[in-house]
């Protein structure tokens, strides 16, 4: 059991250095394309428009490339990055989206870290085993699995996982809401709350200009209401939090106004079932009311900063109203069920 753990933890960690590898190529995609819509709406600046437009769709073609090159990079370090990145590109092509980029990732590491060991070749053809064989076999391996055996199983999938989001955003917008801010926060940022994102940013692809996307803006808010409350909570109720957890707790407020979630994984482990259940709580009502004021949002990422661009955040006031009554109601249950606690310990 503790190797099977073991293995998990580290499964999870490549697809987290995977992620990490993402967020640069989105955020520079969003920010430069919301630059665009506002050297063309703003400025009628067209040529200017046209060249921010350009770095926005290369960014964002990038995305998952970059997840599953950084998850094969992860496992099998430099040997992992042309299988990876091919896999990547073919989840752009399959659209399988989050979910064929993290197998591929997979499928590209592992392959090439089987290589790395079982290949045995003399040692004066250890530069064509690294930088030919290697890469070749372990791209064809990865290609063909994808292609042969995972890859209509992963578009059905995604299919009826979008399908489904997006047919309750026709008809109940504020479930919709709910939905995103529970995946947001329910694994503290994991697989599930990374999937609820992915969703929320192949909705950036079909705007037009000057739109914004209501389901970004929910993913958004949801995953900014985490920090911000743990940071509240810890300022209000510090005796109710570890002395080393309130010292540290001022970068929560740096990290979750940047929309950084996965801030709080370090401390809300310590006591997982008296502060997640606030999360929960704040996110979904968050998110449902970004739904209900039919707030938007244009760019991937960027908190506060996303808000102070002209343009990025439709019904910009409203959006954060509805952040502050999430932090709120995070903030009261968590010292609610750590008051609770205290109490106990004390009886």
């Known amino acids: 059991m503790g190797k099977f753990k073991q293995n998990a933890n580290a499964m999870y960690q490549h697809l987290i250095v995977g992620i990490g590898f993402m967020i640069p190529f989105v955020v520079t995609g969003g920010i430069a394309t919301a630059l665009s819509f506002l050297s063309r709406d703003a400025f009628q600046l067209e040529v200017l428009a046209d060249y921010f437009e350009k770095i926005g769709s290369l960014g964002m073609l990038l995305m998952w490339p970059s997840v599953a090159g950084g998850m094969a990079y992860s496992i099998a370090k430099k040997p992992g990055l042309v299988a990876g990145c091919l896999a990547g ?96 926060i329910i694994d503290l940022a994991g697989p599930i709350g990374k999937s609820a994102y992915f969703f929320g940013v192949a909705t950036l692809s079909d705007l037009s200009m000057g739109e914004t996307s209501p389901v970004m803006a929910a993913v958004m808010i949801a995953g900014m209401v985490p920090p911000l409350s743990l940071a509240l909570a810890m300022l209000i109720g510090k005796k109710y939090f570890p002395k080393e957890d309130v010292s540290e707790s001022s970068m929560l407020w740096v990290l979750g106004a940047t929309f950084v979630t996965e801030s709080v994984i370090a401390y809300t482990v310590k006591d997982l079932f008296r502060i997640l259940p606030g999360f929960v709580l704040g996110c979904m009502v968050a998110s449902s009311l970004s739904m209900y004021f039919n707030c938007g949002l244009s760019l991937p990422h960027g908190g506060v900063f996303a808000m102070l661009i002209p343009g990025a955040v439709s019904h910009l006031v409203l959006y954060i109203v509805a952040l502050i009554i999430g932090i709120i109601l995070s903030t009261l249950v968590i010292i609610l069920l750590k008051k609770g606690a205290n109490r106990s310990d004390k009886i």
Not at 99 to 122: E, Q, R, T
Not at 137 to 144: A, D, G, K, Y
């Open 89 to 184: 590109f073919l989840a752009t092509e399959m659209n399988t989206a989050f979910f064929g980029a993290a197998i591929g990732g997979y499928l590209a590491g592992y392959s090439v870290l089987l290589l790395v060991n079982y290949m045995k070749l003399p040692e004066n053809l250890t530069v064509l085993k690294n930088n030919i064989l290697i890469p070749i076999i372990s791209s064809c391996v990865t290609v063909f699995i994808l292609l042969a055996v995972v890859g209509k199983p992963l578009i059905l999938f995604n299919e009826m996982f979008t399908s489904f989001l997006n047919g309750m955003s026709d008809k109940s917008p504020i479930l919709l809401g709910a939905v995103i801010g529970f995946m947001m």
